[in-house]
Structure formats: structure tokens, C-alpha cells
């Protein structure tokens, strides 16, 4: 006897499954790939030994000490601090911009106020004229020659798309840190699981109450616990794609997808840090991934070393879908999948895919603890 049908191993999936196994209900989860963890899912990389994250690189952080307190029941983590650096036309800068960047960039040596009156001052071009695109937009926030030198190519690469035909809306905001500060994130706690990810995913749904099934599509007629079988007769957690579920009724939600292109190189250090972004439009990749980097306290071998180039572009149907578009039609859309959504007795849609919503790790597990707290169990 099932109690619960959970659509999708991802960490909201793994995080509701957990839960309400430990509170004694059986748990069925299945997913379509053929690995649980979702897109933090890594592996070893069989020609060096080292740990590659297969969707992209997964840095976990946050603030939130209910979250904090659950993940560290199923792995330690290490130290790691994210830092992310630049480079553009043939000169590396730090990143997000900050003075370090600015004094670089304008070969000055600016204190803080200096800084910012500098780039007040440059961002006045447009006159409060109200921003028409999204380079204008770029502009408006940081002025030109820091809108052009680090934000305007990286995006054209980001949508393939030149920034003048893309809406003012994409970006709200480009911060800027008037301190010498480069740490990529802001939160209390931040680090990488020290076993590797899939020993913390797997260890999640380590639990005589939870039963996996992989290569398992909930939309297979021809698998047992498909839609048709399953919905009205179990509860279900769905955490896939939300138009899917419904056949795409109001249409196709628009994401950006990503494409990966590993290499192993014949070198001990190839770049020197784990991620360096492209600026340039002449460079076709965003950035490039070195994984050893993301655990130097690793004994890694010190003669090969593994490097993912990193591009992006419109998802087009079949495409893995990893960052919400979020247009105005998309907008419109989701509101009405959102009315269908609550017309689907004890269906519970969560995670990025099932609300189509760009989640960091730390906010999957803090929506999915909270699903379990007021739909699942109260
Ligand atoms: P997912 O992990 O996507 O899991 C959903 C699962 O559902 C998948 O395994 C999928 O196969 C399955 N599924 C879908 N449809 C079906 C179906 N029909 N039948 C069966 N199964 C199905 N977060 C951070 O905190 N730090 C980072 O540095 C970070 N970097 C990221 C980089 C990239 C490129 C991306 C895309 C995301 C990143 N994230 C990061 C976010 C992180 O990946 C998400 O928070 C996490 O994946 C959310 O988990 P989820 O369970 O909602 O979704
Ligand atoms: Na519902």
C-alpha cells in the first residue's frame, strides 16, 4: 500500500518523501531519468576521479537555520566560499562587480563614495527617461562602460539574443558592491556536501518507507504508476513540468536551457578558480567550470584536470528546461495552469518545474518542508 505517489527525485521531491516516511506513510517516488536528485545530481568523472555536477554547478547556501539544521542530517559540509571571476578582452576582473572591478576597470583607485558618484553619474545618461530595453535598462543601472565592459555580451550570450530586442524587465537589478568584498553570496551558512552530492541525495531517501523507481515517466501509460492510474486514487507531489501535467492546455511555458561541453585536459590547473565567465561576445561560452576547484581539500590527481564549457540559449521542446523565461505571456499562462492546478483534488504541485520558478537548493527544501507542514500533514 502506497500512502503517497511523489513525481520527481529532485531535492523537493527527496525533501517530502523524507519527511512523511519518518512520520510512517509509505512513499512511492519515481522519476523519468535514470538517477534520483534532480539537477543536483554530480558524478565522478571516470577519466580523472573528479566530482562533476551534471546539470551545472551547484553551490548550496542559505540563510534559513530550519533548512540549515535539515541538511545536515544527511551530510557534512565543507568550507568552500564561491568566487566567480571575468574575463574580458584579455583582462580578469573580479566579479559581481564591485570596487576591486571599478578600480581595475578605470585604472583609479576610488574609495567607496568616489565609486558610487562615478557610476551615479554614468548611469544618469538616460535623463529618467523610462528604459525601453534591456540595454537601456543595463545602463540606467550601472551606467555604459560597466554595462558594456562586463553585462552586455554575457547577457547576449545568456539569449542568444541581441540585449536591445530583449524587455527591460529581465533584469530588476544589477548589484553593485562598493567594497573590496567578492564573495559571491551573502548568506550565513554556505559550503559543498563533503561525501559529494549524490551521497547526500541518495541518503535522503535512504528509508525503509521510501521506495525509487528511475526511468519511470509519470505521463507512460505503460508503467503502473502513471497520471491515469494514480491521480484521484493516491495523493500525489508533482515536481515536473507544470504545462506537461496539464497537455499543455494554455500553451508551452518558455525556459533557457543550457548546454554542456566537458573536456579533460592533459593539466594539474587549467584556470586556477572553478568558475570563469566570458564576457565577450567573440567568446561563444559563458563561462568555464573547473571542478577540481570546488574541493581543493580533495587529493585529486594532479596530471589531468576536468573543464565544462558552459552555453546557453531558448529551450526549444525537448530541451532540458533549467530557467524560467517568465515573458508576460508566460506570466498569463501560469496563471491559469494555476487555476487548474487547484481543480486537481489531492494533487500538490512544488518544486522549480512544478510552479515554474527559479529556486535555489535551499528554497526547494524550505517550500517542500513547508508543503509537508500545511497540505500534507496538518
Ligand atoms: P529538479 O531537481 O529539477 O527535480 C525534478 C525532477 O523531476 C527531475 O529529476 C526530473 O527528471 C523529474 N521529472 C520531471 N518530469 C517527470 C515525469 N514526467 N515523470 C517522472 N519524473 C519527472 N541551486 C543552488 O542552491 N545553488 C546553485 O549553485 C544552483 N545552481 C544551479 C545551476 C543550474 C544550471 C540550475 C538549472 C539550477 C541550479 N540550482 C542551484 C537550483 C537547483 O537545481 C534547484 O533548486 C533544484 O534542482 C530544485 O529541485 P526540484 O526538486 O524542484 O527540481
Ligand atoms: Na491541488
Request: aromatic share 12%; charged share 25%.
Amino acid at each position: 500500500m502506497t500512502d503517497l505517489v511523489v513525481v520527481g527525485t529532485g531535492l523537493f521531491g527527496l525533501t517530502v518523501a523524507e519527511r512523511m516516511a519518518e512520520q510512517g506513510r509509505k512513499v512511492l517516488m519515481i522519476d523519468r531519468r535514470d538517477h534520483l536528485g534532480g539537477n543536483a545530481y554530480s558524478e565522478t568523472d571516470p577519466a580523472t576521479g573528479i566530482e562533476v555536477h551534471r546539470y551545472g554547478a551547484h553551490l548550496f547556501h542559505t540563510s534559513n537555520e530550519r533548512v540549515w539544521e535539515y541538511v545536515n542530517r544527511f551530510t557534512a559540509f565543507t568550507s568552500y566560499v564561491h568566487r566567480v571571476y571575468t574575463t574580458h578582452r584579455g583582462e580578469v576582473f573580479p566579479m559581481p562587480i564591485n570596487l576591486g572591478t571599478i578600480n581595475q576597470f578605470f585604472r583609479s583607485a576610488h574609495g567607496p563614495d568616489a565609486a558610487r558618484a562615478l557610476v551615479r553619474e554614468q548611469a544618469a545618461e538616460l535623463e529618467g527617461r523610462r528604459p525601453a530595453n534591456l540595454d537601456e535598462q543595463g545602463v540606467s543601472l550601472i551606467g555604459r562602460p560597466l554595462y558594456e565592459a562586463f553585462i552586455q555580451g554575457y547577457t547576449a550570450k545568456q539569449w542568444q539574443t541581441d540585449p536591445r530586442e530583449l524587455p527591460a524587465s529581465i533584469i530588476s537589478r544589477l548589484p553593485v558592491r562598493y567594497t573590496y568584498d567578492n564573495r559571491y553570496f551573502n548568506d550565513t551558512h554556505e559550503g559543498l556536501p563533503t561525501g559529494g552530492y549524490t551521497a547526500w541525495l541518495e541518503r535522503m531517501a535512504d528509508h525503509p518507507n521510501i521506495e525509487v523507481r528511475l526511468s519511470t515517466d509519470f505521463f507512460d501509460d505503460a508503467q503502473p504508476v502513471n497520471k491515469k492510474a494514480v491521480v484521484g486514487q493516491v495523493p500525489v507531489v508533482y515536481t515536473g513540468p507544470v504545462d506537461r501535467y496539464f497537455d499543455d492546455a494554455e500553451g508551452s511555458l518558455s525556459w533557457r536551457t543550457l548546454d554542456f561541453e566537458r573536456e579533460v585536459l592533459p593539466v594539474g590547473d587549467f584556470q586556477g578558480t572553478p568558475v570563469m565567465n566570458y564576457a565577450d561576445t567573440e567568446v561563444p561560452y559563458t563561462r568555464i567550470l573547473e571542478f577540481r576547484h570546488f574541493h581543493p581539500e580533495r587529493e585529486y590527481t594532479s596530471d589531468k584536470t576536468v573543464i565544462v564549457r558552459e552555453y546557453s540559449r531558448f529551450a526549444e521542446r525537448g530541451d532540458e528546461p533549467y530557467y524560467p523565461v517568465n515573458t508576460p505571456a508566460d506570466r498569463e499562462r501560469l496563471k491559469r495552469y494555476r487555476e487548474l492546478m487547484a481543480g486537481e483534488r489531492d494533487v500538490h504541485f512544488g518544486g522549480r518545474l512544478g510552479t515554474y520558478q527559479y529556486l535555489d537548493m535551499h528554497m526547494a527544501i524550505g517550500s517542500a518542508l513547508s508543503m509537508v507542514d500545511n497540505q500534507l500533514t496538518s
